[in-house]
T-cell receptor, first 116, second 114 residues
Framework: DVKVTQSSRYLVKRTGEKVFLECVQD?????MFWYRQDPGLGLRLIYF???????EKGDIPEGYSVSREKKERFSLILESASTNQTSMYLC???????????????FGDGTRLSIL | KQEVTQIPAALSVPEGENLVLNCSFT??????LQWFRQDPGKGLTSLLL?????REQTSGRLNASLDKSSGRSTLYIAASQPGDSATYLC?????????????FGQGTTLQVKP
């Protein structure tokens, strides 16, 4: 079974801190994704990566950056945390299928981040 | 711009009932559509993925259908059980690129009463 592991289930940080959220997958997937999930807004894509050292902005990249130095690990960085970044953060991975039909995305259990 | 809508937002049924969850999308140019389940405070679990060339997929008591031309998908749950209580999300794989980026609906929260 695919396993996507997020380093923390709960995290509390202060405004202005630099925050790192880590995600590791064990299935050699090329694609990795970071989402945030908020009540009433659903899941929104922050960043994704389709290969080592490759990244592309999603729908809401402002205030975030990412790092993918190894294929199995994708880090989300909050450069200077703000209260409006309090949210549930979800990491996912997938592998491109044949003829453009992607394989299912597999998700971690999420990190509930509170910025005080 | 692709938009995904799920109706109803919440549903409560007695145990044993068959039920249908609906998902609609505005742009029929999709690579595939995926149904997920999310338990409270947890991540998403993939249930079914339907490629754009397929009409339906089945897994156990779950059956998902896809009608691209009308921009609709349904998730059919047979003989519902209390353990099926969760939020169900559908997501479409954006048709403008081949990267697997998903656009999600807001979800339908299902409660199955014993």
């Amino acid at each position: 079974d695919v396993k996507v592991t997020q380093s923390s289930r709960y995290l509390v940080k202060r405004t202005g801190e630099k925050v790192f959220l880590e995600c590791v997958q064990d299935m050699d997937h090329e694609n990795m994704f970071w989402y945030r999930q908020d009540p009433g807004l659903g899941l929104r894509l922050i960043y994704f990566s389709y290969d080592v050292k490759m990244k592309e902005k999603g729908d809401i990249p402002e205030g975030y950056s990412v790092s993918r130095e190894k294929k199995e690990r994708f880090s989300l960085i909050l450069e200077s945390a703000s209260t409006n970044q309090t949210s549930m953060y979800l990491c996912a991975s997938s592998s491109p299928g044949v003829r453009g039909g992607h394989q299912p995305q597999h998700f971690g259990d999420g990190t509930r981040l509170s910025i005080l | 711009k692709q938009e995904v809508t799920q109706i109803p937002a919440a549903l409560s049924v007695p145990e044993g009932e068959n039920l249908v969850l609906n998902c609609s999308f505005t742009d029929s140019a999709i690579y595939n559509l995926q149904w997920f389940r999310q338990d409270p405070g947890k991540g998403l679990t993939s249930l079914l993925l339907i490629q754009s060339s397929q009409r339906e997929q089945t897994s156990g008591r779950l059956n998902a259908s896809l009608d691209k031309s009308s921009g609709r998908s349904t998730l059919y749950i047979a003989a519902s059980q209390p353990g099926d209580s969760a939020t169900y999300l559908c997501a479409v794989n954006r048709g403008s690129s081949n990267t697997g980026k998903l656009i999600f609906g807001q979800g339908t929260t299902l409660q199955v009463k014993p």
